[in-house]
């Protein structure tokens, strides 16, 4: 449920960013929980279309927090 990975991800990315505030995190991951991430980063809007963003195998994103 699109819903509950937002959840998740959305604390993620917020205990993330409390604990390594101004250094350099690595995330690796699958592509479902990549997206939730860039949709809990970037403000996600109910809206878009989850599946919308291509995560290409071996793919890097950069986000500044």
């Known amino acids: 449920d699109l819903g509950e990975w937002y959840l998740i991800n959305s604390d993620t990315s ?26 809990c980063i970037t403000s996600f809007s109910e809206d878009e279309d989850f599946l919308k963003l291509d995560v290409p195998n071996c793919g890097v994103f950069e986000y500044d927090l």
């Open 14 to 39: 917020k205990k993330i960013k409390q604990k390594y505030n101004d250094k350099t995190v690595l995330v690796v991951s699958h592509g479902a929980t990549i997206r939730a991430l860039h949709y």
